[in-house]
């Protein structure tokens, strides 16, 4: 079955695959609304009669009913097109006398938000609560705001109360965020989420203090001192209260440098020296610039350099200064997981922040970069935000006619659409744009961008001919460069074409002898537990014990049950198989669900065996994996045949 999702945190959005689908007219879109706030819980007929038509009477009600099924069956040939006639609904049921929505985890973005809520703890008067271990899900949380709840459904009581719930909901996230960031010792990151929320909300004094608290560690008291002064006389102009006493308690602190307010030693920080003045703002983006071209171990100090610049032109208080230095960074990207995430954080709030401060007048091509910015660096997530901005990169950059900043915004296109399943042709004509618009306007990086990206997916469908021309034609480019990255992406796409005809030895040697090219470029993001994964899918392919791999790193939730069931630890692995996330939406997606798919088998368990279906089948004809030109696990058919053998 497609993967389906509902987004109400902004105009109401049905998905199935990634892709948008219509659910019907404006009853039809309503009512998936409506049950979509219910949670799973049923609604009875006459409740969602009551909320559909809230002018009706009780003799209204009752005729309804008949139109509400007509809905109702509308609304169930979109959500499940491939449901046999007769077959029984598994997504919108019919149980104790009404309606409900039968969604997995995590596929209602108000549910992600509630939860993502739900686990952080109290807090103190004057610091923050302990750091909610869901970090990341506060801020993928977060990120998928879209603005008014069901904004574009009408003004019923039913949606009052529900915008009124998850406006309160959502406050609570970007505060418990922000306690999280300040017990990790980032006291700068809690001061991006703060400032705005603080403004949109002055009744919330915990925001005001919160944010007083983040500006005080981040070094700067006076600051600190006039966001409480301020809150104090916006409470007093806009709703005539004098502040709580954690205010004035934290105005006084801060005066006095309590020792109260200091928080824990920050984590590691970026060791560059920030630029002082405008032409050093320049001349530090165009060092960077020139660093991560050169690759090897420039690229960890270019990504430094740059977070250090754009944070610097972010604190002289001229957005259009701060929008063309994050900007001026057009290096192309060309894998899903980054190197730095928390770098990566800092560029996107810098750019969110930049775009607000701008406005609607920003200049076009300024605001397609910051959105490109954003859809870059945001890779490999769900954050629909950033999947968002890159489509509306391309479009502005389209209008505009600037053949560098739509090169940008393609970047990001292809980046973001890891977010949906089976994207591989689109991925190849967005490969193939970058080559004509790099040739046409001489941008030598992104036609290596380009064919890389055609590379990626020629592999990814088993077209390993188109494949080898794209990856010699990018060595080619690359060549004017003396740039070490491309030599090595390629090595590896040969070491992967090779290990689908390869004795397993040779196959092993050809990926140790690829990440041997990699082991002097501080390249994580690609690297961490790279040649493990690839050494795990040639001993599955050839039946081989999985002993010996090496440390996983970011694929070890995939990995362990695999490893625990190769040692006869079944129990251990049922464990392991039964806290398997849901792989992040990066390059080598279907390569996790297919260990996934061979766990399944392994242990028996159908529940297991249905999810890595449910994923795989959306791309029958592609090869797992390779779509990343780096590592393969075979034929999805193969994996399908073998889930669909278990099953029988």
């Not at 990341?136 to 009052?160: F, I, N, Q, S």
């Amino acid at each position: 079955m497609v993967e389906l999702r509902v987004e109400v945190l902004g105009p109401v959005r049905l998905l199935r695959g990634g892709a948008e689908v219509d659910p019907g007219g404006p009853r039809q879109r309503e009512l998936l609304a409506r049950l979509a706030a219910a949670r799973g819980r049923p609604v009875s007929f006459e409740r969602l009669a009551a909320d559909l038509w809230d002018d009706a009477t009780e003799h209204d009600l009752r005729a309804r009913r008949g139109a509400l099924a007509t809905f109702v069956g509308d609304l169930r040939r979109r959500l499940e097109p491939e449901r046999a006639p007769r077959a029984r609904p598994r997504v919108l049921v019919t149980e104790h006398g009404g309606y409900a929505l039968r969604l997995p985890d995590g596929a209602l973005d108000a549910a992600r938000l509630e939860s993502a809520v739900a686990p952080a703890g109290g807090r103190t008067t004057t610091g923050p609560a302990a750091a909610p271990s869901g970090t990341r899900a506060l801020r993928d949380a977060v990120a998928a705001w879209r603005g008014e709840p069901y904004a574009d459904l009408p003004d019923r009581a039913w949606v009052r109360a529900e915008r009124r719930h998850l406006a309160e909901v959502h406050a609570r996230a970007v505060e418990r965020l922000a306690e999280a960031l300040l017990a990790d010792g980032r006291p700068g990151e809690s001061v991006a989420a703060l400032d705005p929320h603080a403004a949109a909300h002055p009744w919330r004094e915990r925001a005001w203090a919160l944010l007083a608290l983040a500006l005080y560690r981040d070094g700067r008291q006076a600051d600190a001192l006039d966001v409480v002064r301020r809150a104090r006389r916006r409470l007093a102009d806009e709703l005539g209260l004098d502040p709580g006493p954690e205010l004035v308690r934290l105005e006084r602190d801060v005066l006095d440098r309590a020792p109260s307010l200091d928080g824990p030693t920050p984590g590691p920080r970026l060791a560059v020296t920030a630029p002082t003045s405008r032409t050093h703002l320049r001349s530090t983006v165009d060092v960077a610039r020139t660093l991560a071209i050169a690759g090897g171990d420039h690229l960890a100090t270019a990504q430094q350099q740059r977070v250090a610049a754009a944070l610097a032109a972010e604190a002289t208080g001229d957005p259009v200064l701060t929008a063309r230095t994050v900007t001026g960074y057009d290096v192309p990207a060309v894998w899903t997981r980054s190197d730095d995430p928390e770098a990566a954080d800092a560029l996107v709030g810098v750019a969110r922040r930049t775009l607000r401060r701008l406005g609607p007048d920003a200049a076009p091509v300024l605001r397609a970069r910051l959105l490109a910015v954003v859809g870059i660096e945001h890779r490999g997530t769900r954050d629909a935000w950033a999947w968002a901005a890159a489509e509306d990169a391309v479009g502005i950059a389209r209008d505009v006619g600037d053949p560098g900043t739509l090169a940008l915004a393609l970047n990001a296109r292809f980046l973001q659409s890891f977010q949906g399943s089976g994207a591989g042709a689109e991925r190849d004509r967005t490969g193939a744009e970058l080559v004509a618009l790099a040739e046409a306007h001489d941008l030598p990086t992104f036609a290596i961008l380009g064919h890389l990206v055609r590379m990626q997916a020629a592999a990814g469908a088993g077209r390993f001919g188109d494949a080898d021309a794209h990856a010699a034609a990018a060595e080619d480019v690359a060549a004017g460069y003396e740039s070490p990255v491309v030599p090595m992406l390629t090595a590896w796409y040969r070491a992967m074409r090779d290990a689908e005809t390869a004795p397993p030895d040779a196959a092993a040697r050809a990926y140790r002898a690829a990440d041997d090219l990699l082991a002097g470029v501080r390249m994580p993001g690609v690297r961490d537990g790279l040649l493990p994964l690839a050494l795990l899918t040639v001993r599955l392919r050839h039946g081989r014990p999985l002993a010996g791999l090496g440390d996983p790193g970011p694929y070890t939730p995939w990995v362990a049950p695999l490893l625990a069931l190769d040692t006869g630890d079944r129990p251990g692995a049922a464990d392991l198989a039964r806290a398997v996330p849901e792989p992040p939406a990066d390059h080598l997606r279907e390569l996790r669900w297919a260990l996934v798919a061979e766990t399944a088998v392994r242990l028996g368990d159908a529940g297991l065996a249905r999810r890595a279906r449910h994923a795989l089948a959306r791309v029958p004809d592609e090869l797992a994996g390779a779509g990343s030109g780096l590592v393969s696990a075979g034929s999805v058919r193969t994996w399908l045949g073998r889930l669909d053998g278990r099953r029988a």
